[in-house]
Structures are given as C-alpha cells and as structure tokens.
C-alpha cells in the first residue's frame, strides 16, 4: 500500500474545490495548478499551494501534461487527481504519471484505454453479456458496409464517432435514402473534432431514458455497484438535470442492471470510480449499454447524497490500493437526491454558453441543499472553459420533498450579472411531466416550448421595470441629500408624472414607466394599468417594495444602462434602460433648456452670444456616473448662460436660451 500524503489537482472551478474538500478532511495536502484566467479564483485560495501553470487556452495550462508534472515534483505531491474533463481519461497521461513515480487517482491506464473507443467498449461488453443497443461496431469502415448495417439494424440509426465524447460527433439518420451523404458528413465531423474517422452504427432508442450506474473497484479485484442516476433530462446530448433513485426503476430491474454494471467493472479489472452509462426502454423493460465513463462524474454528488459515501475519499483510498470499505450489501440508498447544473447559457437561443461577470452570486439557506461552486459575487465566465456556474443538489425523504425543495432554491438563488438557465430550470422542474417522473430523453426537445418558457410568470416584466425604475429613483435621491443648494422638499414631492423606458426581451419590448409621488406613494402607470407602490426600503443592492398591497423584495444589480432585476415570482429579468432624456423632451420652455435631473456641470461649451447649428452640444451634464449632453434643439443664437461649471443643480434649472 502507498500513503498519499500530497494531491495535486489537474483541474480547476468546482470539481477542484470538491477534491480539495476532501483532502483536507482527511490530512492530505493539496496543490491546486491555475492558469491567467483563473488566479483569482476561489479553488487557489481553497488549495494549500497553488501552482501557476500558464496562459488560459487548456492547451497551455490544464492540458499541459508537462507543466503538470512539473508542477506535481516541484510541490511534492505524490498523487494527481484529475477530476473530469482535461487529462481524466487521457491514458498517455495515466501512463505518465505511473512512469513519472507518481499515484493517478483514477482507474489503470489499461481500462481507460478499453473504455476509449465507443466500438471497442461495445465489442468487450458484448463479449461479457453486457447487453449492447443493437448496432455495428467493426473494422471495416466502408460506406457500404455502414450503410448494410444501418439497413440491417431498422431506422432510425444513431451514427456516432467511436472517439466522441461529451454530446458531440452524434447524428440520427430516419431514412435509407440519407444514409450515405449522413455517412460521410459524420465521418467528416468526427475526423476534425476528434481526429479519427471510425464510426459505429446504432439503433435510436426514440424514447429511451439515460440510467446509469456508479461503479467502484480496488486493486484486489473487488468491484461493487452504488445504485443508479437517472440523467435523461438532456439538452444536445448533454445533462442539465440528474436524480436518484430513478423515478421509473422497478427493484427486480436495478438488482439487473446493478449486475450488468458489476460485469462491466469486472471485465474491466476495474480498481476506481467510474460509471456504467445505460440507454433504458420503459415500455419493454430493456436495457442496453452505451459507455463506460473512466472518471469522477460531474453529477457524482447525487449517489453521496442517497448513499452517505464520500466518492473523492474512495478514489484515493482506492489509489492507495486499500480494499473497498463497502460490501455490495451494505450499499443502500436513503430518500432522494436531485441535481441541477446552474449554466451560463441561454435556453432561448439554442443553448449557447454564455460570458462575463456574475456580479451577484448568493445561495439560499434550505436544509438539504449542497452547493458545488467555484464562482463567486464577481466571478467571471470566461471563454475558455465551460460555462457551469454550479451545482445545485437537493436531498429529502421524499422525491417530492425533493422537488419542492430545488423549485424553492432555484427561486430564491441570487445569479445576477448574465443570463443563466437558472429560470429554464425552474420551468422544468414546476412541469407536471416532470413531477411525476414521466419523461425520456427528448422531453426538453419534445416537452418544452423553448421560446415561450419564460413569459409564464404573471406581471415579469412589470413588476421588474417598477423594480428598476424606482431603485434608480432611490440612488438618485440618496446622491441628493449631498446637494445642499437644492431646497428640501423637493424630493417629496413631484405631481407630475415622470417617464422612463425600459427595453425588455433582448431589446424587442419596450415599456414605458410613467410615475409619480404623492402622499408618500408611487403611483405607477405601465400601459393601462396603474400600481399603488410603497417604497419600504432600497440598499444598492436590493428593494423592498409594497405593489398593490403585497411586498416584494427584488434583488437588482446595475451596470451602467443594463439592469438585472431577480425576484422569486417573476425570477430574472435583464432590463436596459433607453437613453433617459431624449433631446426632444429637454426643451421645455421656448428656447429654454432645462437639467433633466438633479446633476452636476460637467462643461459648458458655449457662451452667450455664439451661434449654434442644430446637434450641436451646449452642456456637459453628470449624474448617476453617466454622462449626458444636452444638445442644441435647433440653429440659433445664445442669448444667455445659467449654468456654470463644477455647480450642482436640481432637475428643471434652467440652463441656458437659445433664440
Ligand atoms: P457521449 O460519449 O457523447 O456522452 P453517449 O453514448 O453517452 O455519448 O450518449 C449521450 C446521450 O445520447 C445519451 O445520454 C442519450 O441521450 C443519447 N443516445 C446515445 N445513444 C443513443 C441511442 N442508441 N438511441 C437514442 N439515444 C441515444
């Protein structure tokens, strides 16, 4: 047995902070490597030595076997854990790290390299009664030999590249007559995605769910199951949802399945952690295998929450070479565990990452719930790496206990900053399909209205305006009570309506907010509908309002014209705020030009008795940091200056005239 005392991760973002979580529970040293993009982030302060291993691109840092090993030696470690992703199941790394004298936490390079090739896993799971989803995977890679068996197996077929991975190089073919054109596009794909052209030939499980089982193994030739995730809730081949137990598995048909899983780990010599992927047809009860994954999942923490095990110290133990702790009876899964993979992607436009800064990130407090993050209040989402922000993992005694609880935390988490699938989410889970576990793998495609999803909520975009409209009003008025030249009262007090526009749904909405104040309360009149609005209380941050009786506490963060709205009815609203003081509606006296809001002089680039052209700029004007020119309405001449520069004035100061 060898003692890991130090582990490097060869990873970054949450699953490092995962690993690392671990190590110190149990004494273990960590180094956590960063490249540019991630030095601020929060797994290298969390690790007890962090590495800097070079430039952003993963080519130059996370995938940079070299630097890794580098960094390994120069720290001490004597283990490398690889997390997902990256190096994890990259068998020439596996192999190094042997050579190098140094523990890889995760299976022997033999069983990685068996898992690699989708036609080779095919092959030695058929080979081990494994049952496979119909198909051919052999050597002969000639169009007709592809096209025969896809004619063979029955449309519709799955051609899917034996390097693919993660989603990519899949493409079902429903007809003879597409077949072959399907054929050589594929092979196209996959030779510049994954530099190899070889591909199998499947039957599509139209309505198929994704169950797959959670495998572990030792050095003594042990290998256990741990139950089942079922992850058929997928968006491009990929997961967006997992939960455990599955809703729809009959206990006769897990112990099968568990058993499949068990052959596959064995004919493996399989000695880590790593996962049986099964397609399964609920109405004929069959399941077929599609995959072996040689790593820690990204939705592993499901399996620990029904079961209580810790994953990541089973993997070093394993890598240790000690025999498994647990015995294929002991292993038990208690309640429900449900996970969502909160994402920097847009659910309206086909589910496109995402960048830049979550300027607010807060967690709501719900017993059960586990948050796998790196991201914090200022984070970045930057091109580089993917888009998860983080995983949201609920647990209770029941499945609907379960449920509940996510729809609270997805409600009540704070994401502010870009757009996130954090309400795409929410819809999913309030979907009575979903509910009661009655869906497959195509219910995001087949189930949901991607362009409609997020109009359900009553009064969105209202109620989000009224949010902005008077959080700004609120900053203003605190900025004020440093104005000392403007009387006091004022503020209080305006009868006249005042308008702002907002821009809603990318920009193709417009709303426009009319308000004003009297007797201590807002009245808001959006279209035809009027708002009684309370005030109750504004940071920067948030405002409580009272909308026709009922309060509300929105949570808002601002960035120049751009408002993020979030409250836990409506969810996220991204607003812009139209230019507020059109030239048009400057000019409210014959030649008069007035302040539009309580600013400062910022310059006055004319004088009285200079000539203007139309456009021309008269004043600077600032408030709020932004920045706003008052411009000549039409050809004239100066006839005076009221405002002088550095002076504050109130909204209505005259100016300057023109005639
Ligand atoms: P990858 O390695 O890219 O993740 P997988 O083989 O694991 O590819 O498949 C990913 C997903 O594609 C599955 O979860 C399932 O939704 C779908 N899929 C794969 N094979 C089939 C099939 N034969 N029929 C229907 N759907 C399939």
Redesign the pocket.
């Given at each position: 047995m060898q003692n890991i005392n130090t582990i490097l991760i060869a990873n970054r973002g949450e699953i490092a902070s995962r690993v690392i979580r671990t190590c110190r529970k149990m004494g273990i040293k960590s180094i956590a490597v960063f490249s540019e993009a991630d030095r601020h982030a929060s797994f290298v302060e969390q690790a007890d030595v962090a590495v800097f291993i070079g430039e952003s691109t993963p080519a130059a840092s996370y995938l940079d076997q070299d630097k890794i090993i580098a960094a390994a030696k120069k720290t001490g470690a004597n283990a490398i854990h690889p997390g997902y992703g990256f190096l994890s199941e990259n068998v020439s790394f596996a192999k190094r790290c042997e050579t190098e004298g140094l523990i890889f936490i995760g299976p022997n390079p033999a069983a990685i390299d068996a898992m690699g090739s989708?036609s080779k896993a095919k092959a030695l799971m058929k080979e081990h009664k494994v049952p496979v989803?119909p198909?051919y995977q052999g050597d002969d890679q000639s169009v007709a030999t592809l096209t025969k068996a896809a004619k063979k197996i029955g449309f519709p077929?799955?051609l899917?590249a034996t390097a693919?991975?993660?989603?990519?190089?899949?493409r079902?073919v429903h007809e003879a007559k597409e077949i072959k054109t399907a054929i050589a596009a594929a092979k196209r794909e996959s030779k510049s995605a994954f530099g190899d052209d070889e591909l199998i030939v499947?039957?599509?499980?139209?309505s198929?769910r994704?169950i797959e089982f959670q495998i572990f193994g030792d050095k003594h030739g042990n290998a256990i199951h741990i139950l089942e995730r079922e992850?058929?809730i997928?968006r491009r081949?990929?997961?967006v949802i997992e939960e455990s137990p599955s809703p729809v598995l009959a206990e006769k048909v897990r112990k099968k399945m568990g058993q499949a899983a068990v052959q596959a780990a064995k004919a493996l010599q399989y000695d880590n952690a790593g996962t049986v992927?099964f397609?399964y047809d609920e109405q004929s009860q069959e399941f077929?295998f599609?995959?072996v994954?040689t790593r820690l999942q990204v939705e592993h923490p499901v399996t620990e929450e029904v079961t209580g095990l810790d994953l990541v110290q089973m993997q070093i133990e394993s890598a240790q070479g000690m025999p498994l702790a647990v015995q294929q009876e002991e292993i038990e899964g208690i309640g429900y565990a449900i996970e969502c993979r909160l994402y920097a992607e847009d659910a309206h436009n086909d589910f496109l990452p995402v960048t830049g800064t979550i300027q607010r990130f807060e967690i709501p407090d719900v017993d059960g719930l586990r948050v796998e993050t790196a991201i914090r209040s200022g984070s970045e989402i930057s091109i580089y790496y993917d888009p998860m922000i983080a995983k949201l993992i609920v647990w209770d005694n029941t499945r609907q206990g379960a449920m509940r609880k996510m729809q609270y935390v997805l409600r009540n988490l704070v994401c502010l900053g870009i757009t996130t699938n954090q309400d795409f989410l929410l819809h999913l889970l309030e979907n009575p399909d979903f509910q009661v576990g009655n869906y497959d793998?195509?219910f995001i495609q087949n189930k949901i209205d991607l362009n409609n999803f997020a109009n359900t909520k009553e009064n969105k975009n209202t109620f989000a305006c009224i949010a902005a409209c008077l959080h700004e009003w609120q900053q203003r008025e605190s900025k004020r009570t440093l104005l000392r030249s403007i009387p006091s009262g004022w503020r209080s007090n305006f009868s006249n309506y005042q308008q702002t526009t907002y821009l809603v749904a990318k920009g193709e909405e417009e709303i426009v907010v009319k308000y004003r104040f009297q007797k201590n309360a807002f009245t808001f009149l959006l279209g035809e509908t009027t708002y009684k609005v309370q005030l109750i209380d504004a940071t920067k941050e948030h405002c409580r309002l009272e909308i026709d009786g009922l309060q509300y506490l929105f949570n808002i963060a601002q960035n120049g014209q751009h408002y993020f709205v979030h409250n836990e009815a409506i969810g996220g609203v991204p607003l812009i705020q139209k230019e507020r003081f059109p030239a048009k509606e400057i000019a409210k006296v014959e030649g008069g030009y007035e302040a539009p809001m309580p600013s400062q002089i910022i310059k006055v680039l004319v004088s009285a008795g200079q000539e203007v052209k139309s456009g021309d700029a008269l004043i600077i004007l600032s408030s709020m940091k932004m920045e706003n020119t008052i411009e000549a309405e039409k050809d004239g001449l100066v006839e005076e200056v009221y405002a002088s520069e550095g002076s504050n004035v109130e909204a209505g100061f005259l100016l300057l005239k023109i005639t």
């Open positions: 989708k989803v198909g077929v799955l899917k693919g991975g993660g989603g990519k190089g899949m079902i499947e039957k599509y499980i139209a198929g994704h992850c058929s997928q081949y990929q997961k992927e397609i077929y599609l995959e994954n793998t195509h």
